[in-house]
């Protein structure tokens, strides 16, 4: 007897198409819930950092040549500009200073709607990971039925050829 292959066509299932409606939804209130506690985690900067953030990148050299300076050389050139910055970032401490020198690193290239921007794409990103799950799934889904019906059929073949063997051994009454 032959082996019984998996059924490898196209089948037009009401479970394949619901199971991908699933896949589809979960997909997309997964993503928008990551998103949502994206956003309460890491909300949007206020408008003084983002005043402060534009200055940063406006000023790029400047701000870049005041904070390598030493700290005499930092005073003066601080009283020179008379921008609050300088002045506040030489009274700073060392701990504030580390937080505002990653803050001008990162605001080199910055724009006001940045966040908007990347929560989008993050939410765009997540989507698409969530939805290739998803679809793996969906086809490991698939291919279980498939195969568990290609053994349904192989032992109802089986069954069939076990009866007619036992018809033609055991002799007509």
Not at 74 to 90: D, Q, T
Request: glycine share 0%.
């Amino acid at each position: 007897m032959e082996d019984t292959e998996p059924i490898l066509q196209e089948i037009e299932d009401s479970k394949e198409k619901l199971i991908s409606r699933i896949s589809l939804w979960v997909s997309l209130i997964l993503t928008t819930l990551v998103v949502i506690w994206y956003y309460n985690d890491n909300p949007p900067d206020s408008p003084a950092v983002v005043k402060m953030r534009i200055f940063f990148k406006e000023n790029n050299r400047d701000v870049m040549t005041f904070i390598d300076l030493p700290h005499n050389e930092m005073i003066a050139f601080a009283y020179k500009k008379k921008h609050p910055f300088y002045l506040k970032y030489v009274n700073a401490s060392e701990s504030e200073k580390a937080k505002l020198k990653a803050l001008i690193h990162i605001s080199t290239d910055f724009t006001p709607n940045q966040y908007w921007f990347n929560l989008f794409f993050a939410w765009v990103i997540f989507f698409t990971t969530f939805w290739f799950i998803g679809l793996m799934v969906e086809a490991c889904i698939i291919l279980m039925r498939r195969n568990s019906e290609s053994r349904i059929k192989k032992y109802k073949l089986e069954q069939e050829q076990m009866e007619r063997e036992q018809e033609l051994k055991s002799p007509p009454k």
